[in-house]
């Protein structure tokens, strides 16, 4: 199985700055790394497929990079609604499919 | 626009069963392989199960695999999860989602539905 780890756990973050969190893979998953956003109450959502290419309907500010087992989504300037948990999750070597524990961006 | 149900969840003892159902809409439901995930009250989200167009394949991961089963009904546009021999760890909201045509992610959900395993 391939363990997923991302840091920070928590990151504090003021409107208008960059966020970037960080994702590693325990072994390679070559560029099948996706990243979700989730808000409190919320389903995830589809941000990042590929490890870079944004999913339909995500605005440019979200970013992703990286390839084998070290992976970045940046956000540009964060707005009021990003504020929320991001998760990565690999899809090279399955089952099982695997998440990474989430980062949490709080406002600073 | 692409919607997905979740239903079915409740309060269940241990030991017992439970089957989730997903309605689908607005896509060609025939055409895309269909998942279960869970996120355990205030934990991550831990992929449960996955199924092909068909249903002729199916995958689960190792905490429920012998206990759980996914199923489809295309001519009802409908994805299912049995339970079975429900534990208390198996508490979680369950979301139904669809594949993306990347294989392996996940690229509209449900909102979920709450099971919790509880004497």
């Known amino acids: 199985e391939i363990v997923m780890t991302q840091s920070p756990a928590t990151l504090s973050v003021s409107p208008g700055e960059r966020a970037t969190l960080s994702c590693r893979a325990s072994?390679?998953?070559?560029?099948?790394l996706a990243w979700y956003q989730q808000k409190p109450g919320q389903a995830p959502r589809l941000l990042i497929y590929?490890?870079?290419t944004r999913a339909t309907g995500i605005p440019a500010r979200f970013s992703g990079s990286g390839s084998g087992t070290e992976f970045t989504l940046t956000i540009s300037s964060l707005q009021s609604e990003d504020f929320a948990v991001y998760y990565c999750?690999?899809?090279?070597?399955?089952?099982?499919?695997?998440f990474g524990g989430g980062t949490k961006v709080e406002i600073k | 626009q692409v919607q997905v149900v979740e239903s079915g969840g409740g309060v269940v003892q241990p030991g017992r069963s439970l089957r989730l159902s997903c309605a689908a809409s607005?896509?060609?439901?025939?055409?895309?392989?269909m998942h279960w995930v869970r996120q355990a009250p205030g934990k991550g989200l831990e992929w449960v199960s996955l199924?092909?167009?068909?249903?002729?394949?199916?995958y689960y991961a190792d905490s429920v695999k012998g206990r759980f089963t996914i199923s489809r009904d295309n001519s009802k546009n409908t994805l299912y999860l049995q339970m079975n021999s429900l534990r208390a760890e198996d508490t979680a909201v369950y979301y139904c989602a669809r594949d993306s045509s990347s294989l392996g992610n996940f690229d509209s959900w449900g909102q979920g539905t709450l099971v919790t395993v509880s004497s």
């Open positions: 607005g896509f060609s439901f025939r055409s895309y392989v």
């Open positions: 199924i092909s167009y068909n249903g002729g394949n199916e």
């Open positions: 999750q690999q899809y090279d070597n399955w089952p099982p499919l695997t």
């Open positions: 072994q390679s998953v070559t560029s099948n």
């Open positions: 590929g490890a870079s």
